[in-house]
């Protein structure tokens, strides 16, 4: 056994049953008889019952296209090849909008009536020890091992909720970008400071939004004194290891140490530690798992929704090719004004700004917010500038409430490249304070969408050189939510902010070019080609390759001369280079 590993067990030969907070996920109850899902077997029973054939192969293909890979936490296993999979919230989220909120009971028939295995065995009596217990899962097994399925454990926090609790299952995105409510956030943090050992077992860490804020909202130090045991299954021999850079639990690693949190991360069977605190606490031995019986149910559904519900998820990832594709045969059964939004979306990623202006024009009635922020945000977008902002300000006085912030948001953008334009800096310095103002503050119970690109906004108009992590943050919670379009953007962004006169070229050029592969990965042919837009782009691109690109996108003329000249009058390659990586 690793002198580590000994280490280990010998810190925790005096603890007691009631100093110690499990912290469970969905790993806990894969065993027999529970035989519940993975959370990978969840994803690919979801999309067969709700999802055209193929579907998830093409979202995996983009993951796999913009390097997303789901690799494993110990580094004993072999590096994975696999894409990660789509956020299951999310995918569950759109089947429950286009088949009904019944689709997420009808995907986890399984779980309402799954029996305890012996890990839930473990933990009833570690709680009747007065331990406590957190735990992602909505199985109740837990409880039936103590011996009825409604046991009122107040130490016990179902923090997505439970089925047959009465309560609103934390299974979509819609449920969780927000963060927890106040009262679960209370609990939640009340048992995971109350005891100064954490145990972690069968848990991803991939709860970004609640799990992850809450902790990230302590204090600093709140959480000093507190040792958490993290424990990754695999079948090798027990051992302790550094987390990699790659792990998709490193987010909540990293806050849990900011937090004050001492964290060991023990690679090994989930079995290995458990058994020997049975044995210090005087439990029953914790014996060898049964086999699993995966049950396979059959769901039922209405086919002719396959279609739609394909649609819309490839709109909330980002897959604009494949909604260009599908909008003909799912535009009959949507409303016209989705249809509309929908094919100005498309047009857009393709760079035909007029089009998505002429649009909107014809859109009734005129007085529509949607159709005057979109017109005045086509204007922004081709670089016309001037009647951008003066469309949006028009309007924008107009208007009151969350119309008005709208509005304010898209004049902020204009603004924005007003500030990078030498003969237009002057006024856009004149009205940032304005629009700031009618901007607020928005925070995450506004959702994903609006926190963060709000957020965004509002520090890069504050006048100040900002660091590139603000982009960068913005760019991981939309990645989080699974909207790879907007997670490029905002890589987009990082470029634009951390650019330094006289770097690397040849990092430059690596990063600029496979930028432009995930635009056209995504579908977005004005992404690709907004590119030659960073600075420093004149050290990636040829005069040729702007210059088509500016010809293939329906920019203002005056905004065609700036990007052109711009790069005409700049020397290419400048800066220093390393060995070539292209």
């Known amino acids: 056994m690793a002198m580590d590993v000994r280490r280990l067990l010998d810190d925790l030969a005096g603890v007691a049953a009631r100093e110690v907070t499990a912290w469970t996920g969905a790993g806990l109850s894969v065993e027999g008889p529970s035989s519940l899902p993975t959370g990978k077997e969840l994803t690919q029973r979801i999309f067969d019952a709700f999802f055209l054939p193929g579907t998830l192969d093409t979202i995996e293909a983009l993951h796999r296209a913009i390097g997303s890979i789901d690799q494993p936490i110990c580094p004993d296993l072999p590096p994975s090849i696999d894409p990660r999979p789509p956020r299951l919230e999310t995918v569950l989220g759109v089947a429950a909008r286009v088949h009904g909120a019944q689709a997420i009971d009808q995907s986890i028939p399984d779980v309402a009536d799954a029996e305890p295995n012996r890990l839930h065995r473990f933990f009833a009596r570690h709680l009747a020890l007065g331990g406590g217990h957190l735990t992602a899962n909505f199985d109740r097994c837990i409880e039936r091992a103590a011996g009825t399925a409604t046991w009122p454990a107040p130490n016990l926090l179902h923090f997505h909720g439970a089925v047959g609790g009465g309560d609103e299952l934390g299974a979509t ?40 804020a809450a902790i990230a909202a302590l204090p600093p130090n709140a959480l000093r004194g507190h040792h958490v045991i993290w424990l990754s299954h695999s079948a090798h021999t027990p051992h302790v290891i550094v987390p990699r850079p790659e792990d998709p639990a490193l987010t909540l690693f990293d806050i849990l140490r900011a937090r004050g949190a001492e964290l060991t991360v023990l690679c090994g069977p989930t079995d290995f530690l458990l058994r020997r605190l049975a044995d210090q606490w005087g439990l029953p031995p914790l014996g ?51 249809v509309r939004a929908v ?16 649009l909107w024009w014809r859109a009734r009635p005129r007085t529509d917010i949607t159709r005057v922020e979109r017109i005045g945000a086509s204007l922004w977008v081709q670089g016309r500038y001037m009647p951008a902002l003066l469309w949006l300000d028009r309007y924008r006085r107009r208007v009151g409430g969350p119309a008005r912030k709208t509005l304010a948001e898209t004049e902020g953008r204009v603004l924005e490249h007003m500030l990078r ?11 940032v304070p304005t629009v700031l103002t009618e901007l607020g503050h928005a925070d995450q119970s506004s959702g994903i969408h609006l926190y963060r690109r709000r957020s965004d906004l509002t520090t890069s108009l504050a006048g ?12 991981e919670w ?105």
């Open 343 to 358: 094919t100005s979306a498309v047009l857009w990623e393709a760079g035909r700004w007029n089009e998505v202006r002429r």
């Open 421 to 431: 334009t030498p003969d237009l800096r002057w006024l856009a310095r004149r009205l």
């Open 288 to 338: 060898s798992p049964a086999p699993r019986a995966p049950v396979r149910p059959s769901i039922p559904s209405d086919d002719t929704k396959r279609p739609e519900a394909s649609f819309h998820l490839y709109l909330d990832v980002g897959l604009i090719g494949e909604v260009r594709s599908l909008l003909p045969t799912v535009a009959p059964a949507l409303p016209a004004e989705q």
């Open 464 to 475: 100040a050189s900002r660091p590139p992590h603000h982009a960068l943050t913005s760019s």
């Open 173 to 212: 995105l819609a449920r969780i970008e927000k963060g927890f409510p106040l009262d679960v956030a209370t609990r939640f943090l009340t048992l995971l400071t109350s005891r100064p050992l954490v145990l972690v077992a069968g848990y991803s860490g991939s709860d970004f939004f609640d799990v992850n």
């Open 478 to 582: 939309f990645g989080q939510a699974g909207n790879v379009l907007a997670w490029i953007n905002y890589r987009h962004r990082v470029y634009r902010d951390s650019y330094q006169e006289g770097g690397d070229t040849d990092e430059l050029r690596w990063n600029y070019r496979e930028l432009q592969q995930h635009y056209r990965a995504a579908g977005s042919t004005s992404g690709a080609a907004r590119v030659h837009l960073l600075p420093g782009a004149h050290r990636v691109f040829s005069v040729w390759e702007v210059v088509a690109s500016v010809c293939s996108l329906q920019y203002g003329w005056w905004q065609r001369v700036r990007i052109v000249a711009n790069r005409v009058l700049r020397p290419q390659f400048s800066g220093r280079s390393s060995a070539s990586r292209w």
